[in-house]
């Protein structure tokens, strides 16, 4: 499970002394534990899926780049550097990211598997790919692929 593989990085990281990867680690669990406690009043009492966790840290990599977007422009180095390190340092949880081609044969393969036929059905082939290829890719890239493969 991931949360037992964060948790035992964590310690890892401890006993090495490595305060960046400690400080991001603990940023990270704290906002699953976030989560969990969203989740208890809809009956989940074990918390977040994999695949949530997936996402959440997928998130939180999209809010690390916009920062240092932002940063760039305000000529902070040092911010940029440290969101570089807490995105390098997450992104070691995340599995291999898919290519061009396994994106496009993974929409393929959920317009097949939902019957989609036009951009109508766009929410039922997201919710195939979020649930199957969470943490695998960015799914605000896959939005306009599907778009385009139900619209033309």
């Given amino acids: 499970m991931l949360r037992d593989t964060l948790n035992e990085t964590l310690k890892e990281s401890m006993k090495a002394k490595d305060a960046a990867t400690v400080s991001t680690l603990r940023m990270v669990l704290a906002a699953i534990k976030d989560k969990d406690i969203a989740a208890r009043p809809s009956g989940n009492a074990t918390g977040i899926s994999d695949s949530e966790v997936l996402s959440l840290l997928q998130t939180m990599i999209k809010q690390r780049r916009e920062s240092i ?36 044969a993974a929409v393929d393969a959920a317009i097949a598997e939902t019957g989609a036929s036009s951009i109508k059905d766009m929410g039922k082939v997201m919710a195939i790919l979020k649930t199957k290829y969470a943490g695998q890719v960015d799914m605000a890239a896959l939005g306009p692929e599907v778009k385009a493969r139900l619209s033309g």
């Avoid at 550097?81 to 061009?100: H, N, S, V, W, Y």
Wanted: glycine share 8%; net charge negative; no cysteine.
């Fill in 69 to 104: 977007t932002l940063y760039k422009q305000g000529g902070r180095e040092d911010l940029m550097d440290k969101e570089a390190g807490e995105i390098a340092t997450i992104e070691r949880f995340l599995p291999q990211q898919m290519d061009a081609a396994a994106m496009a």
